[in-house]
């Protein structure tokens, strides 16, 4: 209890409860002319002041570290006010003391013989005359020429010195901490409801102005907390730039650990609407930091806040905290994708998932379009007309630089290319990564998907001396799985093809372009780990590969703007031939798309529900909501399939044509093979594949074990378990019922009905 009352009158609520005091006493002072009352209000008031200026007495007689931390840290300008408050009463004290001694005729203020008699107010009013004004010492009373002198000389010092200069200093000091991010805006923030980002990357440019941009219809624009541990004046200039006046009043940027228990704390997420936990920049594209393991420290703080049921305050049916999650590096996301975070925090916590690389590699292969006529800014791999079951094109895609970006766009496109022409003429999906490096490269993306390349065609190729003394490009190594006859042979709809070398080489632009002239269904991406060599390796290419390729990606992750401009006509009206063909992407300013990732999420969900309908084709509802990670990644893959089916097939009065249909079948089977072996599923063998197609209590417990018995041909899946070829029947039916709901420019409003 000792300890309690110390605390209270060392802290900012007595300096609070001591100007209050004085100003409640002034008035009164003013409003009552009561003896006894003044009398008790000049007292009171006057030994508080003589407290603070004993306490500070002692402070620099005694411990003049503590002293220098309360003038820097201790709230110096609520002091002074203190001190400005109550100096006039212990004046006031003073002066009645003398006056009791000396009797009526001690005055401070000389009016002639018409002086009015002695009272605390008159006292207390002569005071802040001389107080107030210094330049009134030729009016002093006889005999308090002394006590007025001292009197103007603290009003002079309090007043005009301290004060002033203490209000321009805190002036100054709050606009310092408002630059530096230091002000914790606590009342404010307590109240007001609020969207939390917890980092200062790049990508946070991009997320405010989508935050923003549903208020430019309702008109009520909400308010953005970020916080960060990078310099928040720089983040704050380089934020602001791309924002109106009105926007940048409604963000509040504070420094920041998104590590510290106390900085979490801070953001008052009881009155969060949603939070983003992106994470610090990280510039290099080809070294590891902690940043996904930090973000999931951030995570686990975030639930220790949020835990307590009476935490929120909602009333609507899911009351999570929404919680969008940046992944920096594909291991840790991979890992995610096949294991999930913990029961309690998916409870209070509604975790929403993203890879920088993977949403930019599906905004460009996903391609939700379906209109020919329509303005791509991405061309889907198979081409605006598809590849349809007779076709002899196959979707070529070509990867200059084996970095994240360039890895994560070869497991997309893999997850996402699969065509009726494998069904009839074993026609493959080619994906080719080029790199200076791709020997190192090739071991560590084989190694990470291990199960997938076992049963993959793929091939190594280097440019080597002929005898003649002339550079090929030659097969160094040729991978062909042979050995898997029960699982129906070479079934893989998907090859592969590492080439080590540099696309300015002569040798790879003739493969290229050779490639290219072989089908009008060509993807080149540039994806170096720096922006001015994709562009060096893009404008470097042969015409005769623009000509041919759909389009060229180059990967800039800072602009696109010198892009654009090379797109434009060149001068006097001369052809360019980059036009329509170079396309920038991957830029961390446009990364994050929440319309993208919330139509994947209602189309995930709509996609779900076919596991979740009984035998009498009614859904179970305990089963709608998706509980794991798995399968809600496998929901999200399936439907990033649906344009490119729906693309490569004839429909006719809104429904599939018979044969295209039984073919898109075998097509989706062929699209969840390479699926789950990227989740790092693993084929059986023949001793396990004859145990578990007769015992479905073991198939389920190799399930588990990360070991699908479905994972085969078409032909050898409807001799093991033609059972499941259902389940494939009803994903093709969802096609058409999902694509009569689609509308192109409100996909999420139209799925939520």
């Known amino acids: 209890m000792k300890e309690k009352t110390r605390n209270f009158f060392l802290s900012g609520q007595f300096d609070y409860c001591a100007v209050g005091f004085g100003i409640l006493s002034i008035i009164l002072l003013l409003a009552f002319d009561c003896c006894w009352l ?81 009272n605390p107010y008159s006292t207390f009013m002569e005071v802040l005359y001389h107080f107030i004004d210094p330049g009134n010492l030729h009016t002093a009373g006889e005999g308090s020429s002394y006590l007025v002198f001292i009197i103007a000389i603290c009003g002079v010092f309090l007043l005009n010195g301290v004060l002033i200069s203490s209000i321009v200093g805190w002036i100054d000091k709050r606009k310092e901490r408002y630059l530096q991010g230091l002000e914790p805006y606590q009342r404010f923030l307590k109240r007001k409801e609020h969207y939390v980002i917890i980092g200062g990357s790049d990508i946070v440019e991009g997320i405010v102005e989508q935050i923003f941009e549903p208020s430019q219809e309702n008109g009520e624009m909400p308010y953005i907390l970020i916080q960060t541990s990078n310099n928040v004046e720089d983040l704050r200039h380089k934020l602001f730039s791309g924002l109106d006046i009105e926007q940048q009043k409604h963000i509040i940027i504070r420094y920041g650990n998104r590590n510290v228990k106390e900085d979490i704390e801070k953001l008052y997420l009881n009155k969060t609407l949603e939070v983003y936990v992106i994470g610090e920049e990280t510039r290099t594209d080809d070294m590891e930091s902690y940043h996904d393991t930090m973000n999931m420290k951030c995570l686990n703080l975030i639930y220790d806040k949020v835990k307590d049921n009476s935490f929120f305050a909602k009333s609507d049916k899911d009351n999570r905290l929404v919680c969008y999650f940046m992944f920096e590096y594909q291991t840790t996301f991979n890992v995610f994708q096949y294991s999930d975070i913990s029961q309690d925090i998916k409870e209070r916590i509604n975790f929403k998932p993203f890879y920088y690389y993977e ?24 081409g605006i007309e598809g590849i349809k079951k007779d076709d002899d094109d196959y979707a070529h895609l070509v990867i200059v630089g084996m970095t994240r970006m360039g890895t994560a766009l070869a497991t997309q496109a893999a997850l996402m290319a699969h065509y009726p022409n494998f069904v009839e003429k074993n026609i493959r999906t080619k994906i080719t990564l080029i790199d200076e490096n791709a020997d190192k490269g090739k071991n560590f993306y084989i190694d990470r998907y291990d199960r997938l390349f076992a049963l993959s065609n793929w091939s190594y190729k280097e440019i080597v001396r002929s005898e003649s003394g002339k550079d090929e490009l030659k ?18 709809d998907v090859e592969w093809e590492f080439i080590q070398g540099s696309v300015a080489q002569l040798e790879l632009q003739k493969y290229i372009e050779d490639c290219a002239s072989k089908t009008h269904k060509m993807t080149i991406a540039i994806c170096k780990d720096e922006p001015s060599r994709c562009l060096a390796a893009a404008l470097n290419l042969e015409w005769k590969i623009y000509d041919n390729a759909m389009q060229v990606l180059v990967y800039n992750r800072y602009d696109e703007a010198l892009i654009e401009q090379l797109k434009n006509e060149g001068k006097y009206g001369i052809s360019s031939p ?17 319309d993208i990732l919330e139509d994947s999420d209602n189309l995930a ?35 990033n ?24 079948i075998k097509v989706e089977h062929n699209r969840w093979n390479v699926e ?34 479905d994972i085969c041909s078409n032909k050898r899946l409807r001799e093991i378990d033609e059972g499941v070829i259902s389940s494939d029947e009803d994903i093709v039916e969802e096609l058409i019922r999902i694509k009569k709901k689609l509308n192109r420019n409100k996909i999420t409003k139209t799925l939520k009905k």
């Open 38 to 118: 003044n009398w008790v209000l000049i007292g009171l008031n006057a030994l508080i002041g003589i407290g603070y200026y004993l306490y500070a007495l002692r402070l620099w007689l005694c411990n003049k570290p503590k002293f220098d931390w309360h003038l820097i840290n201790g709230a110096f300008m609520r002091k002074v006010l203190v001190l400005v408050l109550l100096t006039p009463f212990i004046f006031a004290l003073i002066a009645l003391i003398f006056t009791s001694i000396k009797g009526n005729g001690f005055h401070l203020v000389d009016i002639g013989s018409h002086q009015p008699p002695k």
């Open 359 to 382: 949403m930019w590699a599906q905004r460009v292969l996903v391609c939700r379009e379906l209109n020919p006529e329509a303005e791509y800014e991405y061309l889907p791999l198979e």
């Open 676 to 709: 789950k072996l990227i989740m790092s599923y693993r084929h059986l063998e023949k001793e396990e594949q004859d145990i578990a197609k007769e015992d479905k209590e073991v198939k389920n417990q190799l399930k588990r074990e990360m070991a699908h018995l």
């Open 578 to 594: 980059f036009k329509n063909k170079l396309k920038a992407f991957g830029m961390v300013s446009k990364c994050f798309r929440k």
């Open 641 to 664: 399939s649906l344009w490119t089916k729906l693309r490569c097939v004839k429909i006719e009065k809104e429904k599939i044509v018979d044969k295209d249909k039984e073919i898109l």
């Open 605 to 639: 969900k709509e996609f779900h529900k076919v596991y979740c309908t009984d035998e009498n084709g009614k859904i179970r509802e305990e089963d709608v909501e998706i509980k794991k990670l798995t399968d809600y990644w496998s929901n999200v893959y399936v439907s």
């Open 475 to 492: 097969t160094v190594f040729n991978h062909t799985p042979v050995e898997f006859e029960h699982l129906g042979g070479d079934f893989l």
